[in-house]
């Protein structure tokens, strides 16, 4: 079984700064694409950031500089710095990877997170 826990999610104030981290594990063989996708109430899920398998990043357009995404491919992790947060980050954070099973047939899937709640404050 692959699984992915994200943590960090917190309340914070405006301004303030969080690192959310996601940890991939289970029978795998490889990791291609990791990111970060966020819902806030009554909104349509979106891309915050995602990172391939040799660092190459994108952004959703609001990140504006604020965040970063990076990996750290030893340990099947992807982590979120989040700088200079906004009332409007406030939203569940979910990680996403596609993730190829030490299994036959190997077959690529795309697993999804729990989700983690970050919360900023006014």
């Known amino acids: 079984q692959v699984q992915l826990v994200e943590s960090g999610g917190d309340l914070v104030q405006a301004g303030g700064s969080l690192r959310l981290s996601c940890a991939a594990s289970g029978n795998i063989f490889s990791i291609n694409d990791m990111g970060w996708y966020r819902q806030a109430p009554g909104k349509q899920r979106e891309l915050v950031a995602v990172i391939s398998s040799g660092g190459s990043t994108h952004y959703g357009d609001f990140v504006e500089g604020r965040f970063t995404i990076a990996r750290d491919n030893a340990k099947n992790t992807v982590y979120l710095h989040m700088n200079s947060l906004k009332p409007e980050d406030t939203a569940v954070y979910y990680c996403?990877?596609?993730?190829?099973?030490?299994?036959?047939?190997?077959?690529?899937?795309?697993?999804w997170g729990q989700g983690t709640q970050v919360t900023v404050s006014s």
């Open positions: 996403n990877a596609d993730i190829r099973p030490r299994v036959v047939p190997a077959t690529t899937k795309n697993y």
